[in-house]
């Protein structure tokens, strides 16, 4: 398996491309089930999760063709051959699951297996299942499968209240209600900015949605939806992980495409530890203001708060503050597989719970480490940049799940960073 070398080496400095967002174009692709007409995505990034995904597409009778590079994804649900997302490929990816809403819509029925993804807790279906529950679909458990119909062939429209601001189960019963029989309204609907994204693509494609970025949302169901063409937004989450690299190794940085919306609450934190953030023609960039970054205390929420998805990245920043920092992970119950790693690399974490108390050291040195999972890879590549010496992280996979071009976009910034193929 391959693994990334890093040598802390200093100060960076140049700019660093922004590619569209994942998460945003995971539950934008599967929304071309809901149309018998093409759905083509722009600005996609060429991550292995996309290619997983359209492998799951295709298994369901999509025709994907990857264009410019992987760039632009066009997309064609005309026929649907197959409604059953099988366990090895949804096992790779817990967003899989996004299919369930949009095959319920069209068909009438699916069966999806419940997820694998990053092994960072326990992450349930229960609020998918009540969310397309209420648009009247019975859903049962039989062989680790999900085994959802509705009865007569077509959704009808509900209100319905999340007990948590999930944000794939909202994307799901968004997708299935724009073609759902009546007006449905999602309380407690998730705010984050790909599902924002996706509401804009939909009501490209006809469908009739009120409240994109707010609590409530409201969808008209429509009898069918067109096709469209869409840019995947920035991700948000590539945009604040290589925010951090100044930050920690030195220099300033400057990333193409970024917006200071999709991540205030990301950015009030780095003000606080001493980061300057600043736009500029061409997105924003970051330098730290003095030689050494002050502790800070995160909460993770959902949107707009500190984004779950950042935590181990900043945590990495932390590590080398002047004083205690604590971190408080309160969406996902096991994201803390980082901390040792960090240890090994000479961080102080204690880690209680949900919180992990970082006591800054001088520091870090380079070591061998193990990546754990997608955004835990990511802040051990990040504390290798200023590290004394080599570290090498192992499992890269993970890495390859969510950054493109990571080792092109650091080495073009001058990080010392190299892919080291497996034995
Ligand atoms: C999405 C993101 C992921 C991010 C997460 C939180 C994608 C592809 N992935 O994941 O990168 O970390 O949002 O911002 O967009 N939960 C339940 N029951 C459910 C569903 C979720 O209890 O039916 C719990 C989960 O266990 C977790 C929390 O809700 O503790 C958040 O999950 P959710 O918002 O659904 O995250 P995902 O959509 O899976």
């Given at each position: 398996?391959?693994?990334?070398?890093?040598?802390?080496?200093?100060?960076?400095?140049?700019?660093?491309?922004?590619?569209?967002?994942?998460?945003?174009?995971?539950?934008?692709?599967?929304?071309?089930?809901?149309?018998?007409?093409?759905?083509?995505l722009t600005n996609a990034p060429r991550l292995s999760d996309i290619k997983t995904m359209t492998q799951l597409l295709e298994s369901l009778g999509t025709e994907v063709q990857a264009m410019a590079d992987g760039q632009v994804l066009a997309l064609s649900s005309h026929e649907l051959t197959n409604l059953r997302a099988d366990y090895d490929i949804v096992r790779k990816m817990r967003a899989s699951n996004l299919v369930l809403g949009p095959l319920l819509a069209r068909a009438g029925e699916a069966v999806v297996s419940l997820p694998g993804g990053c092994a960072i807790g326990a992450r349930p279906m229960d609020l998918h299942i009540g969310a397309l529950e209420a648009l009247g679909a019975d859903i049962d458990l039989r062989d680790g499968y999900l085994h959802a119909k509705v009865s007569g062939g077509r959704l009808t429209g509900a209100v319905h209240e999340m007990r948590f601001a999930s944000v794939g189960a909202t994307e799901n019963f968004v997708m299935a209600a724009t073609l759902a029989k009546g007006t449905s309204v999602l309380k407690n609907a998730a705010r984050e900015p790909e599902i924002v994204d996706l509401i804009h693509c939909l009501q490209k494609m006809g469908a009739k949605i009120d409240g994109a970025g707010t609590s409530t949302i409201t969808i008209e169901g429509v009898d069918r939806l067109g096709g469209a063409t869409h840019p995947v937004v920035v991700d948000r989450i590539e945009l604040g992980t290589y925010m951090l690299a100044p930050a920690i190794a030195g220099g300033e940085v400057e990333l193409l495409g970024g917006r200071i919306d999709l991540i205030e609450s990301f950015v009030e934190k780095l003000d606080a530890a001493g980061v300057d953030v600043r736009e500029t023609a061409n997105g924003i960039a970051t330098k730290r203001r003095a030689d050494h970054i002050k502790a800070v205390d995160v909460t993770t929420e959902v949107f707009p708060g500190f984004p779950t998805d950042l935590q181990a990245q900043m945590m990495a920043m932390l590590c080398t503050a002047d004083g205690i920092s604590n971190l408080e992970e309160t969406i996902f119950e096991n994201r803390f597989m980082h901390a040792p790693e960090l240890m090994r690399?000479?961080?102080?974490?204690?880690?209680?719970?949900?919180?992990?108390?970082?006591?800054?050291?001088?520091?870090?040195?380079?070591?061998?480490?193990?990546?754990?999972?997608?955004?835990a890879s990511v802040s051990l590549i990040l504390a290798g940049l200023a590290a004394e010496g080599e570290t090498r992280v192992n499992r890269v996979y993970h890495l390859d799940r969510g950054y493109e071009l990571l080792v092109e976009k650091l080495s073009g910034v001058g990080a010392k960073v190299e892919r080291v193929p497996g034995v």
């Open positions: 398996m391959d693994s990334i070398l890093v040598t802390g080496n200093g100060p960076l400095n140049g700019h660093i491309p922004i590619a569209g967002a994942k998460n945003a174009c995971l539950t934008l692709m599967p929304a071309t089930l809901l149309s018998d007409e093409p759905l083509t690399m000479g961080a102080q974490i204690d880690v209680q719970g949900g919180t992990a108390k970082v006591t800054g050291v001088e520091r870090m040195k380079g070591a061998p480490v193990m990546a754990t999972d997608l955004r």
